[in-house]
């Protein structure tokens, strides 16, 4: 009698791991879809030389803090729609949909003029000349790609929430093979086009950006024409209770994510003061890093999918198992990753450049970065998991703490103080990670054994 209920409950786990699965690779392979946008700007300016490498680096660094903060605060659509679907609300997840594409509407001005007053501050930061000139180049043009980013962020959002995720990746690798080749014609002058430089990597990116918007926007279109619900038949307008309720989940949100890439965007002005080949090492170090962030960052959205389906439907048992098999899923990739990192440093720095200064630097660089790659895990797909509770602020103070009031000091001081260079900056940033990932760790056991023990 006790081994049934026992083989019922690892035929549950086996059954939501495999839903988790198909929805987690979907979205994975989603979010490097958007990660190698960056890295084939970086590749592709790579034979202009290290200057341009750079120029790329704090050229993205600046337009991903505001940019980044208007997707922040569409993240709240995870939770909404997923637990909209989980109650089998069609239509209410179509009105979610809408306040999202007005909320992105109406950031879009605001950000973009912040995004233009600070093209024109790199050097009053110390950032070299050779540096400093192209890279605000590149972030004038790039500011033109907001208004088609934002509007993506919404649309994905709404289709990760309906299970809809396979298109995203369609969108995505259609998205780089256009950016790549927009790359190749306008950076260099092929095809008739002039040579751009970074800009012209820049106007590849706005167009390729375009196309993922008016792509996603199509496919949510199509997928709820054949269910029977057109999108844009009783499309509801602004309805500024739903704002509200998406600003106020969306905010901390947007303000973890400001506060997480605001630190390694601080780490890559610092490293701008150092040299252009510590820049040029720590862009090549931290687009690795990123990679395989990109990994538990979708087995995160996942995760918050999963947990707002299950929440929607008012199943709490699966709603916890769901958050636990992404932990275990993201945990597992970044261990992987990490041993990649120690056995292969130099092969991979290779992909980029044969600078023998850069070599130099690198292998190191990347032995830290494998250090915290399980943390790095941990933190992300927590992060995920407690947006599908609804549960947005533990994050935000999380990275905070972390980041700004520990790592980012001791890297800084280990940097410029003790001298210990790009090194010292990126140990700072692991006890950074090492104390987030514990603290949400801990908060999704308590926030998920809570909401377990509450009334139906």
């Known amino acids: 009698m006790s081994q049934a209920p026992a083989t019922e409950q690892g035929q549950h786990w086996k059954r939501e791991l495999a839903a988790l699965v198909n929805l987690a690779i979907p979205v994975v392979l989603s979010e490097l879809g958007w990660m190698a946008q960056g890295v084939v700007d970086t590749i592709m300016v790579g034979r202009l030389g290290p200057a341009a490498i750079g120029a790329v680096a704090v050229g993205n660094a600046v ?5 980044l903060f208007g997707i922040g605060l569409l993240l709240s659509l995870d939770t909404m729609v997923a637990q909209a679907y989980g109650r089998k609300d069609y239509d209410d997840c179509h009105r979610w949909l809408a306040q999202g594409i007005y909320l992105a509407a109406a950031i879009t001005p605001v950000l973009m003029i912040l995004v233009a007053c600070a093209s024109f501050g790199y050097g009053h930061f110390g950032i070299t000349a050779e540096v400093a000139t192209p890279a605000s180049a590149y972030l004038r043009m790039l500011n033109w790609s907001l208004l088609p980013l934002l509007i993506y962020g919404a649309t994905r959002r709404y289709l990760q929430g309906v299970g ?6 369609i969108t995505y690798v259609l998205a780089n093979l256009l950016n790549w080749g927009g790359n190749w014609a306008l950076i260099y002058g092929h095809l008739g086009f002039p040579a751009m430089g970074v800009r012209g990597s820049a106007l590849s990116t706005v167009i390729a950006r375009i196309g993922m918007a008016v792509s996603l926007t199509i496919f949510a279109w199509r997928y ?3 269910r029977g619900h057109p999108l844009f038949k009783h499309w509801a307008g602004p309805q500024w209770t739903r704002i509200r309720q998406l600003i106020r989940l969306g905010l901390p949100a947007a303000g973890q994510i400001i506060l997480e890439v605001g630190a390694w965007n601080a780490a890559t002005l610092s490293a701008g003061w150092l040299s252009p080949v510590a820049l040029a090492t720590h862009q090549i170090a931290i687009n690795y890093a990123s990679i395989t962030y990109m990994v538990p960052l979708g087995i995160s959205a996942a995760a918050a999918v999963a947990v707002g389906h299950a929440v929607g439907a008012g199943d709490k048992a699966r709603a916890r198992r769901a958050g636990w098999l992404s932990l275990a899923l993201g945990s597992s990739f970044m261990v992987l990753a990490g041993i990649v990192f120690l056995v292969a440093p130099r092969p991979l720095i290779e992909l980029f450049t044969h600078d023998p200064r850069v070599l130099a630097v690198g292998p190191s660089l990347l032995w830290i970065a494998a250090a915290f790659q399980i943390f790095d895990g941990v933190q992300t797909v ?3 998991a407690l947006r599908g509770l609804g549960e947005t ?5 999380a990275n905070f703490v972390g980041y700004w009031i520990l790592g980012l000091p001791l890297g800084l001081i280990l940097c410029f103080v003790l001298k210990w260079g790009i090194y010292g900056m ?5 006890l950074a990670l090492i104390v987030i990932s514990s603290s949400l760790l801990h908060r999704w056991y308590k926030a998920s054994e809570k909401y377990n023990a509450e009334p139906a």
Do not use: D, H, N
């Open 224 to 226: 709820e024409r054949k």
């Open 426 to 430: 990126w140990i700072g940033l692991t």
């Open 164 to 169: 809809q995720v396979r298109v995203i990746t």
């Open 63 to 67: 337009f991903y803090t505001p940019s």
């Open 382 to 384: 927590c992060t995920g």
């Open 393 to 397: 602020r533990a994050p935000m103070i």
